[in-house]
């Protein structure tokens, strides 16, 4: 058991109250990190606002530089962090190196954006009014960021908000959520390490309620960058101010087979996007639309596939599918299955839970007012659902309140264009399923998925002012 300082202002730093955080499968407390209160908050939102006055004049090649730095450092301690991930969020191993990996890329990829964060000139004479007059607009930093992140991805959507943070000259206050916050704690040593100055990232750790609403209401705090539940992120507009806020929020997320489609290529592609993390991932494939002709046979060999799946403990390198993060989460989602068989759902495979353990759950004849189907399902179960037309499959998909990604396997180029223009989501992946995701790529949701960009050059956008610059030459 390790205790941990939390790092604000420069300084690591202990308060009165600590937070337990566990092994999610064996139970055990393996470390204790500092609990911060609202006082603790805004002292951290003080420091990164003194800090801003100088980390905003710091040349792009040297902030380009920390970063390149920040990406060698997690490479240097891959290990480390990926057996952190795998114990405070019982992600499987195979799942948390190459989370790791993702980070080191989304590090390195801010490294080259700080490099070509430019506006552009304005041709000022396109209306009487400005010949003369030449035109221009930078883009700057807008100072203290708030972010706020949620559990399932410990050091990769950290790093989505602090690394773009960090190329555009902004400084940051992180809440990292309450069961996974040692990798947000090692990521503050890397960075202190790659020369970040004092006061540039803090890290304040406690509730949601309490610890990431004082940092969502300060009036010191720019902009709000958040990724976790759409019920949050509401809540969070209701009480931001006048604040910019980017919000990474849920999904139901659909997958299209039709009945061209190579389904021994999508199958196993299939099963991963379903079960990776535990189905705990925001575009984790929670509704399969398959074409009636072949549906049998999909049904038949994904059951097939499912089955061999290990689940167990997330340290053993070939297991699939590890615990959720905490048993109450596996009770709702067993809940929900019974629940849909109860509606008339076929139990294809699964549907069993020890402790925080839910074996990968397919069901078969599930219909869109099961809460299997409507609702954000965020664990290891994904209904199979059949059509008659592409037609209709596209407007399944898009009866949802979600619309973050959805995939589509054909090769029928006619219906690859009518799923692109008709579908309400923020990423269509052809040939791929809902899950498919790099870091340089721009990524987020439509709808009730959310508000904003990420991406590391879509994140910085929405973390700078533009700034018009207007020179009168007459
Ligand atoms: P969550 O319950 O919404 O929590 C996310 C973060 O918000 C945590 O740090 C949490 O703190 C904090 N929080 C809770 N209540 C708050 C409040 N009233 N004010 C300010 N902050 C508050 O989500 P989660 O269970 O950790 O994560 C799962 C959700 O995240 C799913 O809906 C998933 O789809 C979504 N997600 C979206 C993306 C994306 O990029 N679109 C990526 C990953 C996950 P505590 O930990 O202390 O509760």
Known sequence: MKEFKTYIGGEWVSTNKTIDVIDKYSGEVIAKVPKADKKLVDKAVDAAAEAFEEFKKMPAYQRSEILEKAADLIKERSDEIAETICREAGKAWKYSVGEVNRGFETFKFASEEAKRIHGETVPMDASAGGVGRVGYYIRV???????????????????????????????????????????????AEILEEAGLP???????????????ESLVTNDKVRKITFTGSAKVGHRLTQIAGIKRITLELGNNSATIIEKDADIDKAIPRCVDSAFANSGQVCISLQRIYVHKDIADEFTEKFAEATKKLKVGNPVEKDTDLGPMIDENEAKRAEEWIKEAVNMGAELVVGGKREGRVLQPTVLRNTTKDMRVMCMEVFAPIVS???????????????????????GIYTNDIRKIHYAIDNLDVGGVMINDTSIFRVDHMPYGGNKMSGIGREGVRFAIEEMTNIKMVMINLN
């Open 141 to 187: 930093p807008m100072g203290v960021l708030g972010a706020i992140t949620p559990f399932n991805f410990p050091l990769n959507l950290v790093a989505h908000k602090v690394a773009p943070a960090i190329a555009s000259g902004n400084t940051i206050v992180l809440k990292p959520a309450s069961s996974t916050p040692i990798t947000a704690l090692i990521l």
């Open 384 to 406: 199979i659902v059949e059509y008659d037309t592409f037609e209709d499959a596209i407007q399944h998909v898009n009866d949802s309140d979600y619309g973050l990604q959805a």
């Open 198 to 212: 004092k006061g540039v990232f803090n890290v304040v750790i406690g509730p949601g309620g309490e610890v990431g």
